[in-house]
């Protein structure tokens, strides 16, 4: 498949690497960056990159959106689309001014403030597990290996190297910039990609005479009990570390609002580009059998020299857009909202962040070499640390404070997700007990401790908290 990949479309590949470097690298002549400036750029971002950085970041798996496409049709919408939607919708009319007026740095603060040192460091660990850029440095790894044809572990390193690199001088001023360029470069390449595909097979016709009938109905074969629990994952957009990381940065509350009502007319586009260029694939390339590849391997068979270098730069430009602001992310988390708390602050905060960066690209190197497939992960993740981080961080916004239980409120319903996430994986079938969704117990179990151990809800947590200390 490779030797039908045109030498010009490897060169504009590359092009857009040199360039990414040095967007990432480049910045003006300034005194050194302080705290603010390297982890928030500030608190200054606008309105434009605003949008820009958030839309770009949402999209690193897809690999994985095309996976789910060519396997399910229409019902990659339903549940990767729409639910996140309207929970982005709710985020930025409940949350989002109120997360920019406290002016703190990460969700992890959140939780250092309200309810002390053990649930701060306790949302850490799951905010790392959250954010790991891992499966995404592993989808870059994948499209360089399918490019150049070079071995899987240099592709990885290469990825590892190249989504990092940038951002230990910048910081997230670094991730902004490049997010600038990638947000333009992915709309461009799906653009191109869906223009070709109706041009040379025909429109949704083409589509309905040569798809599966389940591909076009809005389950797509999958359970009713499956769809929901994806719904109830995409409650992860209320404890996504980059929608507080952005709003937090953003220059007020009212722009973060208006950003995110923005950036989900641009998911929605979006969405569709990559929901109609899925559906193409599946049609076209029946047989093919990785479906992970399903994307790149249509372009590379519809696509003309040159036009096919810009879609793999956007195709590339969607996923390194999400690798670098996770990987800073992580950085952060595990630099500063766990080692930089947990010992006495000798050292910046900027300094304990890059310290993290490093660890971050190691970790992330050698677990992408162990991923299942993304989709699966984005499963058993949302599925086991979403009922642990929902309640509890809702609670900072309009609970009062109940420190020692709100430790328990987050430990016990995440375990009891993973403990029947992996009894379900280990039995013969592979079937969860009761045949319910790990995601459920988890959730279910939360609410019981909300509902027993916090009694006052409304109360100021800022108040109760300096009652308490």
Not at 198 to 205: I, L, N, P, T, Y
Not at 342 to 370: D, H, M
Not at 420 to 443: D, K, T
Request: glycine share 8%; aromatic share 18%.
């Amino acid at each position: 498949m490779n030797k039908s990949i045109h030498t010009v479309d490897l060169v504009i590949v590359l092009i857009y690497f040199v360039v990414l470097l040095f967007v990432g690298f480049f910045h003006k002549k300034q005194k050194p960056p302080n705290d603010v400036d390297y982890l928030l750029a500030g608190r200054k971002l606008t309105l434009i990159p605003f949008v820009a950085t958030l839309v770009a970041t949402w999209y690193g798996g897809i690999l994985g959106v095309g996976e789910f496409t060519f396997k399910h049709g229409l019902s990659n919408w339903v549940v990767l689309g729409f639910p996140y939607y309207v929970f982005a919708l709710l985020f930025a009319i409940f949350l989002a001014e109120r997360i920019r007026k406290d002016e703190l740095v990460s969700i992890p603060d959140r939780f250092y403030s309200h309810f002390g040192k053990g649930a701060g460091i306790l949302s850490a660990i799951f905010v790392m597990i959250l954010v790991s850029p891992a499966p995404y440095i592993l989808s870059v790894g994948i499209i360089i290996h399918f490019l150049f044809g070079i071995s899987s572990f240099t592709s990885i390193l290469i990825a590892t190297v190249f989504s990092l690199i940038y951002i230990y001088r910048g910081g997230f001023r670094s991730v902004i910039r490049t997010d600038i360029l990638q947000f333009s470069l992915m709309f461009i390449g799906f653009v191109l990609l869906l223009i070709l595909s109706v041009k040379q097979f025909g429109g949704f016709s083409y589509l309905k005479t040569n798809l599966p009938p389940l591909h076009l109905t809005w389950h797509g074969g999958n359970s009713t009990q499956y769809i929901l629990v994806w719904f109830f994952i995409a409650l992860w957009t209320f404890v996504d570390p980059g929608f507080f990381q952005r709003t937090s940065a953003a220059k007020s509350g009212k722009t973060a609002m208006k950003g995110i009502f923005l950036s989900i007319g641009f998911w929605f586009l979006f969405d569709f580009l990559t929901l109609s260029t899925g559906l193409y694939a599946r049609a076209v390339l029946p047989t093919l059998p990785e479906p992970m590849l399903a994307l790149p391997t249509l372009g590379i068979n519809i696509l003309p020299p040159i036009i096919l270098g810009l879609f793999f730069a956007g195709l590339l430009s969607t996923i390194m857009s999400t690798v670098d602001s996770f990987g800073f992310l992580s950085a952060q988390t595990f630099g500063r909202d766990l080692i930089w708390r947990w010992k006495p602050k000798t050292g910046s905060e900027i300094r304990w962040t890059q310290v993290g960066l490093v660890i971050t690209g190691i970790f992330s190197l050698f677990l992408a070499l162990l991923l299942p497939s993304v989709v699966k992960l984005w499963y058993g993740i949302g599925s086991v640390m979403i009922p642990g981080l929902l309640i509890p961080f809702l609670c900072t916004f309009f609970c009062q404070r109940r420190y020692p239980l709100m430790v328990w409120m987050m430990f016990l319903p995440a375990f009891l997700s993973f403990i029947w996430f992996v009894v379900g994986r280990l039995s013969e079938i592979h079937q969860y007990p009761f045949n319910i969704e790990p995601f459920y117990p988890g959730l279910i179990l939360s609410l019981i401790l909300f509902v027993v151990f916090s009694s006052d809800i409304g109360g100021d947590p800022q108040k109760q908290s300096a009652q308490e200390d």
